[in-house]
């Protein structure tokens, strides 16, 4: 005699907040009954992935707040840093100039200058600092940079079979990496048929046709849902506007869940829809149960990827990395270190415009330039 499926009901928290986002998916036990392994991975998963979501959303905002902040207080000492740079190389041109030193004290100035406008030029555009470049430049200079330039240039048409000069460069440069792309593509496809020729076995055929089959039952699951959503929830077919225009927002939910494979979403969409008495949710099998587990935890991986991502590499990953903690709060002593090293900075720089402003401070910062590491 076959034996039974058991059945699994999903509810909603008995008293759901006003905040849709709050509606979580859970199995309760049925009467004296304990939830089965399958029962308790489930649970487990949808609640990890809306810590994840949530912790997503919440560095997020503190992320958004701490650019403000930063903005709002670093922002400005930047700009007088800034200022104070240019005034100093100013400063250390107008001495180079007009102050009375001798040939050795001037080449030494010289050079310090180039490095200064080299150091500048990095970090802010200004045509002021662009003509220093060019002033301080030495023969020698010109022709080891031209030097490298041809040597980097051969390389790169040797590399690449184009010159960086050349108008179209953008496009070959698109076209080389669109061949490399199909040719790695092309000789992972060849190597893994041939190592699939060699050690495959009637096993691996089965276990991939299974793998296979319960993929296509993943996807189909996923695809019921968002199916017996759209059905109830399409906006065409309500003729109240107010209601219309609910559903239309509803089903962009929906659409977005589906198109991100986003089972968890999908599913607290029909909690949140037959909690507010839309449509009741159907008993879920304990074998669909293990497929909506399989989909969980390929969704939940992702999720951690994704956010791995964001607070590594992303464009957000330095105001995370400098300004954050290792919980991912905002961390007011790192903004007041970055704040005191910002006015150190200043500070120092206006001490050493003010040394230049006789000869002898000027001999003395030349001395210190030759004393130090600075060239």
């Given at each position: ?293 399989s989909v969980l935890r390929k969704q939940l991986n992702q999720l951690q990827t ?70």
């Amino acid at each position: 005699m076959p034996r039974k499926s058991k059945t699994t009901k999903l509810y909603a928290p008995d008293e759901p907040p006003s905040d849709s986002r709050e509606i979580v998916l859970s199995i309760q036990p049925d009467g004296d009954k304990s939830l089965n392994a399958t029962q308790r991975e489930f649970n487990r998963l949808v609640q990890a992935i809306e810590q994840n979501k949530r912790e997503m959303a919440r560095v997020k905002a503190v992320v958004q707040k701490t650019r403000e902040k930063v903005q709002k207080e670093l922002l400005p000492l930047l700009n007088e840093l800034k200022e104070k740079q240019l005034s100093w190389v100013h400063r250390l041109d107008e001495v180079h100039d007009t102050m009375p030193l001798t040939k050795e004290q001037k080449k030494t100035l010289a050079a310090f200058i180039l490095s200064q406008a080299e150091s500048l030029s990095e970090i802010l555009e200004d045509e002021f600092v662009d003509s220093l470049l060019e002033k301080y430049e030495t023969e020698e200079d010109i022709a080891f940079r031209t030097q490298r330039e041809q040597w980097a240039s051969k390389l790169f048409e040797e590399m690449f079979g184009f010159s960086p000069q050349d108008v179209d460069a953008e496009e070959k440069a698109n076209l080389f990496f669109e061949k490399m792309r199909e040719r790695m593509e092309r000789d992972a496809r060849d190597e893994g048929e041939v190592s699939q020729r060699k050690n495959h076995s009637k096993k691996d055929t089965a276990r991939e046709q299974r793998m296979k089959e319960e993929a296509q039952m993943e996807a189909k699951d996923v695809r019921s849902i968002y199916t017996s959503l759209a059905k109830a929830l399409h906006p065409d077919l309500e003729p109240d506007p107010r209601v219309r225009e609910q559903k239309t927002e509803l089903m962009k939910k929906v659409t977005q869940a589906y198109e991100q494979n986003d089972l968890y979403e999908l599913m607290r969409l029909q909690l949140e829809h037959n909690a507010q008495g839309l449509d009741s949710m159907a008993s879920v099998v304990e074998e669909q149960l293990k497929r909506y587990c399989s989909v969980l935890r390929k969704q939940l991986n992702q999720l951690q990827t994704e956010f791995w991502v964001y607070t590594q590499q992303s464009e957000d990953a330095t105001i995370i990395k400098d300004f954050l903690t290792y919980k991912y709060d905002f961390s007011p002593a790192k903004l007041r270190t970055h704040k005191k090293r910002l006015t150190d900075d200043i500070n120092r720089t206006q001490m050493q415009t003010e040394m230049l402003a006789n000869k002898e401070g000027v001999i003395y910062f030349l001395k210190m330039i030759k004393q130090s590491s600075w060239l």
